[in-house]
């Protein structure tokens, strides 16, 4: 299939560089030029999920019909505009044994408000090596910020205080995924050692794995205000921690301008486990280099809740009561 192949190197406007399958540019969205020779290229297929969305790329001796995020049906796909694939991969550090006895100890430890027999009576319906697709972004950025605190306040409890700074960003993760919510993203990305990335076609470290890899949906260059979030919360926590004088700190504000950006594709790694508990469906995710990283939802034992909420009621009652009786003699 032939696709139209971008022409300049960097963009025009804002003179960031622009790489391979972008449409317009990551950091200003002016669209991209292309030149009307058409290079010959592989039209990519994936395997669409037809519940939650997921994607993965089509491997007819490889793939399963069934979604390895939520086990639905998959259909497949043959985009017309181009797919971006991942070229680097985190291996995994967790292999299966690992990740079964994790949750195992996982449903052991959920805490009062689960149920006893959750350990004993959950069934483990799949454990799924899964690669979710991210952005690793590196960028410079022109801070300008305000914020208040106490040094320079006088009589007042809080002084205004603003600046600007230079400041780069490496290695900042952009969940790409829609097989996870954003919340799982978040909570898994925080933990990943990106330094260990290795060519997606790299074998695996991990014994008995062989992880499905999740395409990306989105252009980096439609992802644009969600980078820029990313950068301002991180540009946040920078101001506030080494900007700003004083030992008191609020309401700080912050505007990035950026300069240039670069983007990696990665496939990150993540166990993906289904299993029920008294004929009720739940989820888990085990972290694909730490296995003791576990985050998940779970059942709740209603009974011991209702007896807990009884109990508080019933204080509550007794105290009212004894306030009341002590007015009424007075």
């Known amino acids: 299939m032939s696709v139209a192949v971008a022409e300049q190197t960097g963009c025009n406007r804002c003179g960031s560089p622009l790489e391979d399958g972008d449409l317009r540019c990551a950091v200003c969205a002016l669209p991209v030029a292309v030149r009307r020779a058409l290079v010959e290229r592989v039209r990519v297929q994936v395997l669409r999920c037809t519940w939650c969305g997921a994607a993965v790329g089509f491997d007819a001796n490889h793939q399963s019909p069934k979604c390895g995020f939520c086990s639905s049906v998959m259909v497949v796909e043959q985009p017309i505009d181009p797919v971006e694939v991942a070229t680097l991969r985190v291996p995994f550090a967790v292999d299966r044994e690992q990740a079964t006895a994790t949750l195992r100890r996982w449903l ?9 027999t959750l350990r004993d009576e959950a069934v483990l319906e799949s454990l799924t090596p899964l690669c979710w697709a991210a952005w690793i972004v590196s960028a410079q950025a022109k801070v300008a910020w305000t914020a208040d605190s106490d040094q320079g306040s006088r009589r007042s409890d809080w002084a205004p205080h603003a600046g600007e700074l230079e400041h780069t960003f490496d290695n900042i993760i952009i969940p790409a995924s829609r ?6 993203c978040v909570a898994l990305a925080h933990f990943y050692d990106v330094s260990r990335a290795v060519s997606v076609s790299a074998p695996e470290l991990a014994a008995e794995v062989s992880p499905m890899i999740e395409s990306f949906d989105t252009q980096r260059s439609a992802a644009r205000k969600r980078v820029h979030r990313a950068i301002e919360r991180l540009a946040a926590k920078h101001v506030r921690k080494h900007e700003v004088p004083g030992r008191r700190v609020r309401n700080v504000h912050v505007s990035c301008l950026l300069e240039r950006q670069t983007t990696a594709r990665v496939a990150l790694p993540v166990w993906i486990l289904a299993y029920r508990y008294r004929g009720s469906p739940y989820r888990a995710l085990i972290h694909g280099q730490y296995a003791d990283l576990v985050f998940g939802h779970s059942p709740l034992d209603w009974r011991k809740i209702a007896r807990l909420a009884g109990g508080i009621a019933l204080a509550i009652l007794a105290v009212v009561a004894a306030v009341l009786l002590l007015t009424a003699r007075g």
């Open 179 to 184: 097989g996870l919510h954003d919340g799982e």
């Open 108 to 116: 052991g430890s959920r805490g009062y408000f689960a149920p006893a």
